[in-house]
């Protein structure tokens, strides 16, 4: 567990996630038809390099790239390619880790390629939502599944389902970290949340069955039924009476 306590430490894991903001701001520009996800993947690289910082998901567990790339039925944990080149109508997913000063960052977000239809445009702000209500939730005194509960209550109420395969997780010190953050959950459960902690929320969002496969590259996680899936994920310090969000 994480629990920042002073103004310096605070300085040092905003300059990680500044890393990370910067990163989507190029990625929105960059990520179009006709562009491979590994392309991506070595433009990020390069980004996070440039900043004198590392990437966190090379070689973490044996993953071989710096980012996640999941296009449409991909939940999370894409492996970057030459071979997929996404397409008008796609939706990818990507999720950057970085280490800066000590200090990892994790975050996602779901982008779209060109024209999408309105069950991803739905589903896309959904789960862009599930992340905002979740990150209001992060308050010193609440307990992590207020987190879980408002995430599952938006998905369920909009006629999709969180995945429960995966989970947010603290981060800080390490990439993932005490405590678990589920994207489902009665109220009023699980550890309460103190000023300083720091987590990663990260709503993964079915648009049809909750349930995944994970392909035999061992990370590729996919919807069972082949429907669509969107993930936003954001690094956040617990306020006393607001979050602050870092990526
Ligand atoms: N945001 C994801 C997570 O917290 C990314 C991990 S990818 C990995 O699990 F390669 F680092 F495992
Ligand atoms: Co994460």
Known sequence: MTILTNEAEILKIRESGKIIKDIFLRLQEIAKAGVSTAALDREVEKIICENGAEPAFKGYKGYPASICASVNEVVVH?????????????????????????????AARTFAIGTIDDEAKHLIEVTRQCLVKGTEQAVADNRVSDISNVIQTLAEGAGFKEVRAFVGHGTGRHLHEAPE????????????????????????????????????????????????SAHFEDTIIVGNKKAEIIT
């Open 78 to 106: 894409g492996i970057p390619s030459e071979d997929i080149i996404l397409g008008d109508g796609d939706i990818v997913g990507i999720d950057v880790g970085v280490k800066k000063n000590e200090y990892y960052t994790d």
């Open 181 to 228: 953050v589920p994207n489902w959950g009665e109220k009023g459960k699980g550890p309460v949340l103190k000023e300083g902690l720091v987590l990663a929320i990260e709503p993964m969002i079915n648009s049809g069955r909750r349930e995944i496969n994970v392909l035999d590259d061992g990370w590729t996680a996919v919807t069972s039924d082949g429907r669509l």
